[in-house]
């Protein structure tokens, strides 16, 4: 008797003894459940626009013939778990970057700071101007059979047989649309699961399965408690709300199925703000006979009640039109959908009300505004929600459940929830967040065609915070950086990584002669050859080839910087390149005013010669002032003198506005000596060089010539060009239609714009993308949002700065001056030595935050020098706690 006892005190209900998941078969990749059945699970990566072909495709397979009483589930889970995808961030700074070098350990401490920010984001918004959490979207298919004892042990095959073929089939129509999927192993199953049912645990650092048990003894913690409450089901002290469709609209489309994840048009107040799993149960079984049975019943019922119940005519007119569909082939299946939704925060009283209450009004409203009602399972809320989790419907219990709903094949395919948002490029270089909370990756070098990119912006959308961004985050991945600007808006970012700032002003004595970097043995390759094996001889040819272009096009944009020149002066241009080296003396530098020599003497020649031909005195003339004591002369003798010893250079021309021509010549030369550098550089190392308002410098075909062949160049080095423009319309007006660029960028685009852009054939937007981009705005101090264009898609996503990024990036005037006057004054007390770039930072910081108090600029950087350790408190408080 006491023993009876004792055992008894053991006896408790668990929920795990309900769960399905017993083991998994590693030869055959199935689960095998505690109901009978056996399964698999495949993740699938969500698409942003479910397309026709996908449809078709998903369709057709729904409409096949499958084994008897098998269950489809599609699972789109928007998962808080960004951990992978921040360690990834993390890994590639850690590998990369040395912490004893001072520049570096900057940088290391600045990717921490981006990764604190990330991760405490993942449950609830930041401000109300982004309230949706920062989450990764994932979707999930799975499909269960019954099986018997034979098919468990592996004595038949014949379940284990049909199940692979629609596996093949499922994933065909997926693969064959570039969707990438992935068996979800239990090692991952578990890590969802624990998710799912502790979420007032932290996440499983590790993916452990041990085989030894059973999978669903291994889902649930020990310390878990579940409750049931008037307002829901209470999961280990979180609320989950758990909602189904009392009704559904009369016709669905992909755009509608696609808005009840979220609004994709920049709403807030039409946004999933919680952690949410989003369930399509399916039945593959034909709803024939229950079609036939209500269309019956419907039509005795129209008849009895004809004056009284006139929407049971419009019922018996919904179910005829599916008898007679049925008649003429298509398939109707029967499926549900479950809304389960988490609480942001923990209850805070017994009934379990939560937080949840406003999440819950938004996200009612989301789907109402889709002619869907939700309704709220208040009683049977622990049994919905068991349901909505992989393999967990069970086939017995759908006639009681009474959620079901009769549908074509095409309408379940059109409410399959694989629609998402977009995840980014393959590395995580650079992290956004989407409109409804999708954290994606931005890597320029992740293209098959080439690295290059453009943004485009008006003054005052965000523009420069963008460009710093990509430049900090580039330098953190140990780039290197070339920076021509026109506005000092990269100053201080070029001081925070210790970088080199050349600024062009006219005392400075400052030579761009790039024709003294090169020597008269490039061109004499008859003897080169004679003493080369075929490999050098074959990459000297190819070396001249490339510069003697390069060079040519530099000359031709020096002697004509408005008006294209012919193809015979380019041909005179490039001869006399090649004289002029081949005359060059040991110890002598090449100068313009040996190019100029050669042409005035062929120009003699043909005047001697009582020829009619003045180009090569043309030529000469025009290239005069860049000769020893022309206008431009002095920019261009002696040997070149600008080294970019640096991994991050900035070269400000802004001092030359008022000589255009020469500033667009300097750029292009800038540009050549940068390429060279690319050139002889370790092709390892990613190299960034940003044109930033460029539009001011494409002017005439010969800049285009140069610049298009610079682009066509860059992705050989491991190079990437970027350029900063007003309007992408920009690249038609000045000729530079041509100029590749893999990723273009919008910040606030004008429709009128793109629309013309469209026309020009410069960028390709259909109608509904044209609509979204004309939703692209700057919530100025919140975010910007930025349209990405490229070959495989269109999409948005916002640029959310850290607040040691708001000081970094910041380009108000009031803000970059006190900035500059505090590393001024700490230079001073120091002696003239330059001060660590994060204290100025902290400082800066601290004397902003006191500026949005009310005090005067004058006020807030004295104390801020004066109050350094209370500063520098503040500051890391601030950058940690972002």
């Not at 017994?350 to 999440?359: H, I, K, L």
């Not at 549908?407 to 998402?420: D, E, F, K, T």
């Not at 090169?518 to 008859?526: G, K, M, N, R, V």
């Not at 509904?768 to 100025?780: D, F, S, Y």
């Amino acid at each position: 008797m006491l023993l009876s006892k004792m055992a008894s005190m053991f006896q408790t209900d668990r929920l795990t003894d309900w769960l399905p998941y017993l083991a998994y078969d590693e030869d055959r990749d199935l689960y095998v459940n505690a109901d009978g059945t056996f399964g698999f699970i495949q993740e699938i990566a969500p698409v942003m626009f479910a397309g026709e072909q996908l449809l078709n495709g998903l369709t057709s397979v729904l409409e096949q013939e499958w084994p008897t009483d098998a269950l489809i589930q599609i699972i789109l889970y928007a998962d808080p778990n960004m951990t992978g995808i921040i360690d990834r961030y993390s890994c590639i700074r850690n590998r990369l970057l040395d912490v004893s070098e001072p520049r570096e350990a900057f940088l290391h401490e600045w990717s921490l700071w981006q990764a604190g920010y990330l991760r405490k984001h993942c449950r609830q918004g930041i401000s109300m101007d982004v309230p949706v959490p920062f989450r990764n979207f994932r979707c999930f298919l799975t499909v269960k059979v019954p099986c018997s004892i034979r098919d468990i042990r592996g004595d038949s095959t014949q379940a284990a047989d049909r199940l692979a073929v629609v596996r093949d089939n499922l994933l065909g129509v997926f693969r064959s649309n570039q969707i990438c999927t992935q068996n979800t192993r239990p090692e991952s199953l578990i890590q969802v699961l624990w998710q799912l049912w502790n979420p007032g645990h932290g996440f499983l650092d590790r993916n452990l399965w041990d085989q030894r048990r059973p999978i669903r003894e291994q889902v649930i913690a020990p310390d878990t408690e579940i409750t049931r409450c008037r307002a829901g089901v209470v999961v280990d002290g979180y609320r989950v709300a758990v909602k189904t469709p009392q009704v559904y609209p009369l016709s669905i489309t992909s755009v509608k199925a696609n808005l009840l994840i979220g609004d994709l048009f920049g709403s807030n107040l039409q946004q999933m703000c919680s952690p949410f799993a989003l369930t399509l149960q399916i039945d593959p079984m034909p709803a024939d006979n229950s079609l036939n049975f209500k269309s019956e019943i419907t039509g005795m019922q129209h008849t009895a009640f004809k004056a009284l119940a006139p929407r049971i005519a419009r019922k018996n007119e919904e179910f005829c039109w599916a008898a007679s569909q049925q008649e003429q082939g298509t398939k109707f299946l029967r499926g549900y959908l479950t809304l389960v939704m988490y609480d942001n925060q923990p209850c805070t009283d017994a009934s379990g009300t939560g937080n949840c209450s406003r999440n819950e009004s938004m996200a009612v409203t989301v789907w109402e505004n889709q002619g869907f009602r939700l309704q709220n399972e208040l009683f049977a809320g622990l049994e919905y929600m068991m349901a909505a989790m992989p393999f967990g419907l069970y086939r017995p219990a759908l006639k009681n459940m009474r959620r079901m709903v009769s549908a074509p094949a095409g309408s379940l395919a059109l409410l399959a929830p694989i629609q998402a948002d977009w995840r980014g490029t393959e590395t995580d270089a650079m992290l956004f967040l989407t409109r409804r909370g999708q954290l994606c990756s931005l890597d320029f070098f992740d293209s098959d065609t080439n690295y290059n990119f453009a943004v485009a912006a008006p003054s005052g959308s965000g523009k420069s915070f963008l460009v710093n961004k990509v430049l900090q985050e580039h330098a953190s991945r140990k780039g290197i950086a070339y920076v021509v600007d026109v506005g000092k808006s990269y100053k201080k970012l070029c001081g925070l990584q210790m970088g080199q700032y050349v600024e062009f002003e006219e005392g400075k004595n400052m030579s761009v002669n790039v024709f003294s970097e090169l020597t008269a043995e490039l061109f004499a390759l008859d003897e080169m050859e004679n003493r080369a094996v075929p490999e050098d001889s074959i990459k000297n040819r190819e070396e001249r080839a490339t510069l003697l272009t390069m060079y040519t096009q530099l000359l031709s944009v020096m002697a004509s910087p408005r008006e294209s020149i012919s193809d015979l002066e380019q041909a005179i241009l490039s001869n006399s390149i090649i004289e002029g080296y081949t005359r060059l003396r040991p110890g002598e530098i090449m100068e313009v005013d040996r190019f100029v020599d050669i042409l005035d003497a062929k120009q003699a020649d043909n005047d001697r010669a009582g020829k009619q031909e003045f180009v090569y005195g043309q030529l000469a003339e025009r290239l005069r002032k860049y000769c020893r004591g022309g206008e431009y002369g002095k920019w261009f003798h002696g040997k070149m003198n600008i080294n970019f010893e640096r991994p991050f250079v900035v070269l400000e021309l802004e001092q030359l506005n008022a000589m255009k021509d020469l500033r667009e010549v300097i750029l292009l030369l800038l540009i050549s000596i940068m390429e060279r550098q690319f050139y002889l550089g370790d092709r390892k190392i990613p190299k960034l060089l940003l044109c930033d308002e460029a539009w001011d410098l494409f002017r005439n075909p010969n800049t285009a010539a140069f610049i298009e062949t610079a682009y066509r160049r860059m992705r050989k080095y491991n190079g990437s060009i970027g350029t900063i423009v007003q309007s992408f319309l920009d690249f038609s007006r000045k000729g530079n239609s041509q100029v590749g660029q893999a990723i273009k960028l919008a910040l606030q685009p004008k429709i009128e714009e793109l629309k013309e852009c469209v026309e020009n054939h410069l960028i390709t937007l259909n109608e509904a993308q044209m609509h979204i981009a004309g939703t692209v705005r700057t919530t100025k101090g919140s975010y910007s949002e930025v349209l990405l264009l490229s070959s495989k898609q269109s999409t948005v996503f916002r640029f959310i700065p850290t607040e040691a990024e708001k000081v970094a990036y910041t380009t108000s005037p009031v803000e970059m001056q006190m900035y500059e006057d505090i590393q001024t004054a700490l230079a001073k007390n120091a002696g003239g030595e330059s001060p660590e770039p994060l204290r100025v930072l902290s400082l800066a910081c601290f004397a902003n935050s006191l500026l949005a108090q009310g005090y005067s600029p004058q006020d807030a950087e004295r104390l801020a020098l004066e109050r350094e350790e209370e500063a520098l408190a503040y500051a890391n408080r601030q950058f940690r706690a972002a």
